[in-house]
């Protein structure tokens, strides 16, 4: 895959000095992301990070039975280094990619290298992996302690800033999937966003229409985690 004149689009790369960008660039490899493309799964050998391009990945928990659930999501705000920041050499997690698009893929070894000879782009994955966590800590919390609509708006919402456009490529499935309930629950829930003028659900697709009206439906754990994002991450999230 040739990449393209604008290359990379991550908005954590482009948070670099470009001279640190440049310095990088050679260990970037761009890639194409799939629909359901595994990149990591649980155990394996921890080979690469990812920094989005465009699409959305998820960070899955695998439970011994073969069901998951989502405990984050990563879009062109950042990148998959949370566990080799520590060193780590096998994946605790899957990385599952929900939306598809490309990436700028980077091996572990020149990644360590990296976070040793540039204190810039070391600390900046530091801030990346706090803001992570943060998001991590509020997603446990949101799914004990919110109702299945408040964390619908907010796992759409979510995938809106990632994505970056209002039509969203996703099945029912994957939804119920990613929220861990059963495919009749999430379809009530589309149906009575739909009735409020919230989203339109088609085969496959979910638009949303009133982003306003779906923050107001959503938890406060969105808004909670944008603002701890930006304030580890300010030249990162989206508008």
Not at 31 to 40: A, K, T
Request: with cysteine; hydrophobic share 45%.
């Amino acid at each position: 895959m040739d990449p393209p004149s604008n290359w990379p689009r991550n908005r954590l790369l482009l948070a670099l000095a470009p001279r640190n960008l440049k310095q990088l660039m050679p260990d970037l490899e761009p890639i194409q992301c799939r629909s359901e493309q595994v990149l990591m799964d649980t155990d394996s050998s921890l080979d690469h990070v990812y920094f989005p391009d465009s699409g959305v990945v998820s960070v899955v928990a695998v439970y011994p039975d073969g069901s998951i659930i989502e405990m984050a999501t990563i879009g062109r705000e950042g990148g998959t280094g949370f566990q080799a920041v520590f060193g780590a050499k096998n994946s605790s997690a899957r990385l599952l990619v929900q939306l598809p698009g490309t990436a700028a893929r980077m091996k572990r070894a020149a990644f360590l290298r990296a976070m040793e000879a540039m204190p810039s782009f070391r600390s900046l994955m530091h801030a990346h992996v706090h803001a992570f966590l943060e998001q991590v800590m509020v997603s446990a919390a949101c799914n004990g302690a919110h109702g299945l609509k408040q964390r619908l708006a907010r796992w759409l919402l979510m995938m809106r800033d990632r994505h970056d456009d209002n039509v969203l490529p996703i099945t029912q499935d994957l939804l119920a999937e990613m929220l861990g309930v059963h495919r009749p629950t999430i379809t009530n829930a589309i149906r009575a966003f739909e009735r409020a003028g919230l989203i339109d659900y088609r085969r496959g697709r979910v638009e949303i229409l009133d982003r306003d009206g779906l923050i107001e439906a959503s938890c406060e754990c969105y808004l909670l985690v944008r603002t701890r994002i930006a304030q580890h991450l300010p030249k990162t999230y989206p508008e």
